[in-house]
Structure formats: structure tokens, C-alpha cells
């Protein structure tokens, strides 16, 4: 019997992991010593991983069919050559399906994180037997893929699913990462969420405006404390480094400004959920990242506000699930890459 063995190369940790049939991982090497490094220097410590599972597992080398590896960034496919991330240095242009089949002398494959990780919710998660199907992971950015007829769509260049940058605000809205306005990544992700709760904040003080000289919404580090702000001080600097567990923690204790929070959050996905319906009618989508550990109304208010802005056009009910796959859905969806 042979298995497949996945590769996820995320920005803070790089994990491998041998994968039977039903998606047990079956041995599993998580590391963060690539961090800072160039190009080769991942690949040598994914190398390195990849070599531990096949003897942790008890496997044999010709006992592996090949491997997937999941790339934090945009890739060409099936060329496998690295475009642009965000979350790693260098990067550029990089051949990295080739080198690192070199590298292991072994069959290889590559593609985006969530390309791999939709491919996993379809065969071993709460997409499975689900066609067509969606996956929308929401977390430090906004991301997703999509599967037809069994297979994932990839589109022209390999760059589909990039729902993160479809407009949910038209009016305007927070600035994106991309330098558009009214993404739904600037509206609601982990990487704006100071941002974002700058402007809930704002608005619940009754203003609209931000003041003049305002550091946090203009993405600068640290916080403006402008003077005359509607924003308490103590507020501003709880924003500077707001994380999705801080949210978790502040609405727990009642703070009515975190759940304000957690209900923008809410509806954009919402929106977002709602536009992937229109254009796309599947009969699954299933939400997946670290922002699904907010309160249960944030999964439950996306749902809720996509059912009520589709109404009676959604003939047949769309599901919408929370993801399936744990702490190893990288390694489970890289795996499934390959065939």
C-alpha cells in the first residue's frame, strides 16, 4: 500500500505528515525553525520533515506516492512556481514543485494553502460528498477555493477563490492590504482587526469620522491617541495588537464593544457568503480558519444575514458548515493533492 504525505509551509510553522486513505494522519512533524529563512532554507527544513514522518510512520520511501506541498501565497499551476506571499520572505518566481522534488527525490506536487485545504474539506471534512463545493476560510486573511465535478477549480492562471477581495462594502469601507476599499479582507480578517475595531468604536461614540492624524486606521504601527479622539486611550492601545483569542476574551466578560465587533465581522462574511451563492450556487460552503473560534454568533450571524439576503431566490437551501478538519487540515489537504 502507498500513501501520500503532506507539506504545509505556513508563515509561523511547517508541518508534514503521512495520510492513509480515510485522512488520519498517521505520523506528523510540526516545526517553526524555517521562519526567517530564504527559499532553500525551507525547503531543507520541509525536507527534513518529510524524511522524520517516513520513519515515524514505519514506511518504506517506495511506499509514498508523492507528495503535495501547500504554499502560503499565490503558485502557478501545475508548474508549481511560486508567485508572490505575504507571509514569507523572498519567494518570488521560485521553482518551488521542481526543487523540492529534487530535494526528495520524490513525485511533487504544489499549490495555494487554500486550494489545498478546500480539497481536504471535500475529502475527508464537512464537505465531503458535497459537489459543488465551497470552502471560505476566514482568518489572518480571507481565502477559499472551489470544487466542481470532483476536481478543484483553479482558474486561468491558478489564482481562483481569492473571496478575501471581493467588494462587500461599496461605499468604501477600510482600506485593503491590496490597496482597494471595501474588500472583504479589509472588512473582516485578523489582519484588520484594530483596524476594524477602531471604526466600531468610532461608531458607537457617534462619529464617523476618524480624526485627523488617526496612526491605527491608516495601518501605521501603534496608536494615534489623537488628542479629542471619541476613542478612550485605553481602548486605542487595547487595539494596537488585537488578536482574535483577545476578542473571545473581551466578549466573554460582556464587553458590548467586542461583540459590536464580532457582529461586523458577522455580517460582511454574511455578505460574502451571500455573493459566493449568487455566483456560484453551490450546495456546500464550509467556513474554516482562526476566526471561527470567535463567539458562536459570528458563524451564526453570517448564516443568518446570507439566508436572509438570498430570501426566496435560493430555491433549494445552500448548507453551510463549519470546517471539519482540526489542527492537521494543511497536512490532511496537502496530502489530498495527491491523486
Not at 506571499?85 to 499549490?111: I, K
Not at 471604526?199 to 501603534?222: F, I, K, N, Y
Not at 451571500?274 to 470567535?294: A, E, H, R, S, T
Request: hydrophobic content about 40%.
Amino acid at each position: 500500500m502507498k500513501y501520500p504525505i503532506g507539506v504545509d509551509i505556513g508563515g509561523t510553522k511547517l508541518a508534514a505528515g503521512v495520510v492513509d486513505s480515510s485522512g488520519h494522519v498517521m505520523a506528523q512533524s510540526v516545526t517553526t525553525d524555517h521562519v526567517g529563512l530564504d527559499e532553500e532554507g525551507v525547503l531543507a527544513c520541509a525536507t527534513r520533515n518529510v524524511r522524520a514522518v517516513v520513519e515515524a510512520a514505519g514506511i518504506g520511501k517506495d511506499q509514498v506516492s508523492g507528495v503535495g506541498v501547500l504554499f502560503p501565497g499565490h503558485i502557478r499551476w501545475p508548474e508549481g512556481v511560486t508567485i508572490t506571499s505575504s507571509n514569507l520572505p523572498g519567494f518570488r518566481e521560485y521553482p518551488l514543485r521542481a526543487r523540492f522534488q529534487e530535494m526528495l527525490d520524490l513525485p511533487v506536487l504544489a499549490d495555494n494553502d487554500a486550494n489545498g485545504q478546500t480539497l481536504g474539506e471535500y475529502r475527508f471534512g464537512a464537505g465531503k460528498g458535497f459537489d459543488p463545493m465551497v470552502f471560505m476560510t476566514v482568518s489572518t486573511g480571507v481565502g477559499g477555493g472551489m470544487v466542481f465535478d470532483r476536481r478543484l477549480y483553479r482558474g486561468a492562471t491558478g489564482t481562483a477563490g481569492e473571496f478575501g477581495h471581493m467588494i462587500v462594502d461599496a461605499t468604501g469601507g477600510q482600506r485593503c492590504s491590496c490597496g482597494n476599499r471595501g474588500c472583504l479582507m479589509g472588512a473582516a480578517s485578523g489582519l484588520m482587526l484594530p483596524q476594524v475595531a477602531c471604526r466600531v468604536a468610532l461608531r458607537l461614540a457617534g462619529s464617523t469620522v476618524p480624526p485627523a492624524g488617526c496612526r491605527l486606521l491608516e495601518h501605521l504601527d501603534g496608536p494615534c491617541l489623537v488628542e479629542g479622539c471619541a476613542i478612550t486611550p485605553a481602548d486605542c492601545l487595547d487595539f494596537e495588537h488585537l488578536d482574535g483569542p483577545r476578542v473571545v476574551e473581551r466578549c466573554a466578560a460582556g464587553d458590548a464593544l467586542y461583540d459590536a465587533i464580532v457582529d461586523e465581522f458577522s455580517r460582511y462574511v454574511g455578505i460574502g457568503l451571500y455573493n459566493i451563492f449568487q455566483m456560484l450556487n453551490p450546495k456546500m460552503v464550509v467556513l474554516g480558519g482562526g476566526l471561527l473560534n470567535l463567539p458562536d454568533s459570528f458563524f451564526d450571524g453570517a448564516v443568518r444575514t446570507c439566508y436572509e439576503l438570498a430570501g426566496s431566490m435560493m430555491y433549494d437551501r445552500m448548507e453551510i458548515r463549519k470546517s471539519g478538519l482540526g489542527a492537521s487540515a494543511g497536512v490532511q489537504g496537502a496530502a489530498a493533492l495527491v491523486e
